[in-house]
T-cell receptor
Protein backbone atom coordinates (compact mmCIF):
# COMPACT_ATOMS: atom_id res chain seq x y z
CA UNK A 1 0.00 0.00 0.00
CA UNK A 2 1.48 3.35 -0.98
CA UNK A 3 2.18 5.80 1.81
CA UNK A 4 1.34 9.47 2.13
CA UNK A 5 2.84 11.44 -0.73
CA UNK A 6 3.68 15.13 -0.48
CA UNK A 7 4.76 17.39 -3.30
CA UNK A 8 6.93 19.27 -3.78
CA UNK A 9 9.59 18.05 -1.33
CA UNK A 10 11.58 21.28 -1.42
CA UNK A 11 10.76 24.77 -2.57
CA UNK A 12 12.11 28.27 -2.25
CA UNK A 13 9.91 31.35 -2.37
CA UNK A 14 10.35 35.04 -1.67
CA UNK A 15 8.43 37.18 0.77
CA UNK A 16 5.00 38.18 -0.45
CA UNK A 17 4.57 35.21 -2.77
CA UNK A 18 2.12 32.42 -2.24
CA UNK A 19 2.63 28.67 -2.21
CA UNK A 20 0.48 25.59 -2.65
CA UNK A 21 1.46 22.23 -1.20
CA UNK A 22 -0.15 18.95 -2.13
CA UNK A 23 -0.82 15.77 -0.18
CA UNK A 24 -2.11 12.40 -1.37
CA UNK A 25 -3.24 10.25 1.57
CA UNK A 26 -3.05 6.50 1.96
CA UNK A 27 -5.76 4.84 -0.09
CA UNK A 28 -8.94 4.55 1.97
CA UNK A 29 -7.99 7.26 4.45
CA UNK A 30 -10.55 10.04 4.60
CA UNK A 31 -8.85 12.36 7.06
CA UNK A 32 -5.90 14.59 6.20
CA UNK A 33 -4.12 16.78 8.73
CA UNK A 34 -1.45 19.41 8.20
CA UNK A 35 1.33 20.36 10.60
CA UNK A 36 4.03 23.01 10.57
CA UNK A 37 7.35 21.96 12.07
CA UNK A 38 10.03 24.47 13.04
CA UNK A 39 13.02 24.16 15.38
CA UNK A 40 11.65 26.81 17.71
CA UNK A 41 7.97 25.83 17.89
CA UNK A 42 8.06 22.10 17.27
CA UNK A 43 5.02 20.48 15.65
CA UNK A 44 2.08 22.82 15.34
CA UNK A 45 -1.31 21.71 14.09
CA UNK A 46 -2.70 23.69 11.16
CA UNK A 47 -5.97 22.02 10.21
CA UNK A 48 -7.68 18.72 9.54
CA UNK A 49 -10.04 17.78 6.74
CA UNK A 50 -12.45 14.88 6.67
CA UNK A 51 -14.67 14.10 3.69
CA UNK A 52 -13.94 17.49 2.09
CA UNK A 53 -14.88 19.44 5.23
CA UNK A 54 -12.56 21.21 7.62
CA UNK A 55 -13.22 19.44 10.89
CA UNK A 56 -10.53 20.97 13.11
CA UNK A 57 -8.42 24.09 12.92
CA UNK A 58 -5.30 25.21 14.74
CA UNK A 59 -4.30 28.69 15.74
CA UNK A 60 -2.83 30.06 12.52
CA UNK A 61 -3.67 33.27 10.64
CA UNK A 62 -6.03 33.28 7.70
CA UNK A 63 -3.08 33.33 5.29
CA UNK A 64 -2.98 29.59 5.85
CA UNK A 65 -5.79 27.74 4.15
CA UNK A 66 -6.52 24.29 2.87
CA UNK A 67 -9.00 22.15 1.07
CA UNK A 68 -9.74 18.52 0.41
CA UNK A 69 -11.01 17.00 -2.78
CA UNK A 70 -13.49 14.18 -3.29
CA UNK A 71 -10.64 11.69 -3.72
CA UNK A 72 -9.31 12.75 -0.28
CA UNK A 73 -6.27 14.48 -1.73
CA UNK A 74 -5.58 17.74 0.03
CA UNK A 75 -3.84 21.01 -0.66
CA UNK A 76 -2.73 23.76 1.64
CA UNK A 77 -2.02 27.30 0.58
CA UNK A 78 -0.03 30.02 2.25
CA UNK A 79 -0.48 33.51 0.87
CA UNK A 80 1.68 36.59 1.37
CA UNK A 81 4.62 34.57 2.58
CA UNK A 82 6.69 35.80 5.51
CA UNK A 83 10.20 34.79 6.53
CA UNK A 84 8.74 33.03 9.56
CA UNK A 85 6.78 30.68 7.32
CA UNK A 86 9.98 28.82 6.52
CA UNK A 87 9.34 25.35 7.88
CA UNK A 88 8.77 21.70 7.17
CA UNK A 89 5.10 21.21 6.37
CA UNK A 90 3.89 17.73 7.19
CA UNK A 91 0.75 16.06 5.98
CA UNK A 92 -0.73 13.09 7.80
CA UNK A 93 -3.63 10.84 6.93
CA UNK A 94 -5.83 8.52 8.93
CA UNK A 95 -9.09 6.64 8.71
CA UNK A 96 -10.68 9.54 10.56
CA UNK A 97 -11.69 7.44 13.55
CA UNK A 98 -10.90 9.02 16.87
CA UNK A 99 -7.77 7.20 17.98
CA UNK A 100 -5.31 9.88 16.93
CA UNK A 101 -3.02 7.51 15.04
CA UNK A 102 -1.55 9.32 12.06
CA UNK A 103 0.46 8.30 9.03
CA UNK A 104 2.85 11.02 7.91
CA UNK A 105 4.33 11.98 4.59
CA UNK A 106 7.96 13.05 4.25
CA UNK A 107 7.04 16.70 4.23
CA UNK A 108 7.51 19.75 2.07
CA UNK A 109 10.38 21.96 3.13
CA UNK A 110 9.59 25.60 2.41
CA UNK A 111 12.27 28.26 2.52
CA UNK A 112 11.16 31.88 2.32
CA UNK A 113 13.84 34.40 1.33
CA UNK B 1 -7.64 19.32 27.12
CA UNK B 2 -4.70 16.99 27.02
CA UNK B 3 -1.00 17.81 27.08
CA UNK B 4 2.35 16.07 26.84
CA UNK B 5 5.70 16.84 28.43
CA UNK B 6 8.88 15.25 27.19
CA UNK B 7 11.69 15.56 29.70
CA UNK B 8 14.98 16.44 28.06
CA UNK B 9 15.29 17.94 24.61
CA UNK B 10 18.45 15.88 24.07
CA UNK B 11 19.45 12.47 25.37
CA UNK B 12 22.92 11.07 24.71
CA UNK B 13 23.81 7.38 25.10
CA UNK B 14 26.62 5.08 24.06
CA UNK B 15 26.00 2.34 21.53
CA UNK B 16 24.80 -0.73 23.41
CA UNK B 17 23.51 1.24 26.40
CA UNK B 18 19.92 1.45 27.62
CA UNK B 19 17.73 4.05 25.97
CA UNK B 20 15.16 5.82 28.16
CA UNK B 21 13.08 8.69 26.78
CA UNK B 22 10.60 10.20 29.22
CA UNK B 23 7.04 11.28 28.51
CA UNK B 24 4.40 12.48 30.94
CA UNK B 25 0.87 13.29 29.89
CA UNK B 26 -2.10 15.12 31.25
CA UNK B 27 -5.62 14.05 30.39
CA UNK B 28 -8.95 14.17 32.19
CA UNK B 29 -10.16 11.02 30.43
CA UNK B 30 -8.43 7.76 29.46
CA UNK B 31 -5.83 8.59 26.83
CA UNK B 32 -4.44 7.05 23.72
CA UNK B 33 -0.66 7.40 23.72
CA UNK B 34 1.85 7.22 20.90
CA UNK B 35 5.55 7.41 20.22
CA UNK B 36 6.72 8.56 16.81
CA UNK B 37 10.26 8.71 15.40
CA UNK B 38 11.55 11.19 12.85
CA UNK B 39 14.78 10.68 10.95
CA UNK B 40 16.48 13.69 9.32
CA UNK B 41 14.52 15.20 6.45
CA UNK B 42 11.71 12.69 6.81
CA UNK B 43 8.22 12.61 8.23
CA UNK B 44 7.15 10.98 11.47
CA UNK B 45 6.81 7.21 11.70
CA UNK B 46 4.73 5.45 14.35
CA UNK B 47 6.90 3.42 16.75
CA UNK B 48 4.16 2.14 19.04
CA UNK B 49 0.78 3.00 20.49
CA UNK B 50 -1.25 2.43 23.64
CA UNK B 51 -5.00 2.21 23.19
CA UNK B 52 -6.16 0.80 26.56
CA UNK B 53 -5.17 -2.81 26.03
CA UNK B 54 -1.92 -4.16 27.54
CA UNK B 55 -0.02 -1.56 29.53
CA UNK B 56 3.35 -2.74 28.19
CA UNK B 57 3.44 -2.00 24.50
CA UNK B 58 6.03 -3.34 22.11
CA UNK B 59 6.89 -1.47 18.95
CA UNK B 60 9.21 -1.62 16.01
CA UNK B 61 13.00 -1.71 16.14
CA UNK B 62 13.08 -3.20 19.65
CA UNK B 63 11.41 -0.27 21.40
CA UNK B 64 8.75 -0.64 24.06
CA UNK B 65 6.82 1.64 26.39
CA UNK B 66 4.84 1.13 29.57
CA UNK B 67 1.66 2.99 30.41
CA UNK B 68 1.63 3.91 34.10
CA UNK B 69 -1.63 5.57 35.03
CA UNK B 70 -0.57 6.37 38.61
CA UNK B 71 2.47 8.25 37.31
CA UNK B 72 0.75 9.59 34.15
CA UNK B 73 3.79 8.41 32.25
CA UNK B 74 4.53 6.59 29.01
CA UNK B 75 8.32 6.31 28.88
CA UNK B 76 10.03 4.78 25.86
CA UNK B 77 12.83 2.25 26.36
CA UNK B 78 15.18 0.07 24.36
CA UNK B 79 17.65 -2.30 26.05
CA UNK B 80 20.56 -1.66 23.71
CA UNK B 81 21.03 1.45 21.57
CA UNK B 82 22.18 1.20 17.99
CA UNK B 83 23.71 3.95 15.89
CA UNK B 84 20.68 3.80 13.61
CA UNK B 85 18.43 4.81 16.54
CA UNK B 86 19.76 8.38 16.38
CA UNK B 87 16.69 10.46 15.55
CA UNK B 88 14.03 12.77 17.00
CA UNK B 89 11.35 11.06 19.10
CA UNK B 90 7.91 12.49 19.75
CA UNK B 91 5.38 11.45 22.35
CA UNK B 92 1.73 12.21 21.57
CA UNK B 93 -1.60 11.92 23.38
CA UNK B 94 -5.17 11.90 22.18
CA UNK B 95 -8.51 11.04 23.71
CA UNK B 96 -11.69 9.46 22.43
CA UNK B 97 -13.69 12.09 20.61
CA UNK B 98 -10.64 14.11 19.61
CA UNK B 99 -9.21 13.37 16.19
CA UNK B 100 -6.12 15.48 16.69
CA UNK B 101 -3.26 14.24 18.87
CA UNK B 102 -1.21 16.64 20.95
CA UNK B 103 2.53 16.25 20.42
CA UNK B 104 5.39 16.84 22.80
CA UNK B 105 8.31 19.05 21.83
CA UNK B 106 10.43 16.06 20.93
CA UNK B 107 13.63 14.50 22.27
CA UNK B 108 16.71 14.17 20.12
CA UNK B 109 18.47 10.87 20.74
CA UNK B 110 22.22 10.95 20.15
CA UNK B 111 24.09 7.66 20.02
CA UNK B 112 27.86 7.65 20.50
CA UNK B 113 30.03 4.84 19.15
Amino acid sequence: KAGVTQTPRYLIKTRGQQVTLSCSPISGHRSVSWYQQTPGQGLQFLFEYFSETQRNKGNFPGRFSGRQFSNSRSEMNVSTLELGDSALYLCASSHGQNTGELFFGEGSRLTVL
Amino acid sequence: AQSVTQLGSHVSVSEGALVLLRCNYSSSVPPYLFWYVQYPNQGLQLLLKYTSAATLVKGINGFEAEFKKSETSFHLTKPSAHMSDAAEYFCAVSVRGSYIPTFGRGTSLIVHP
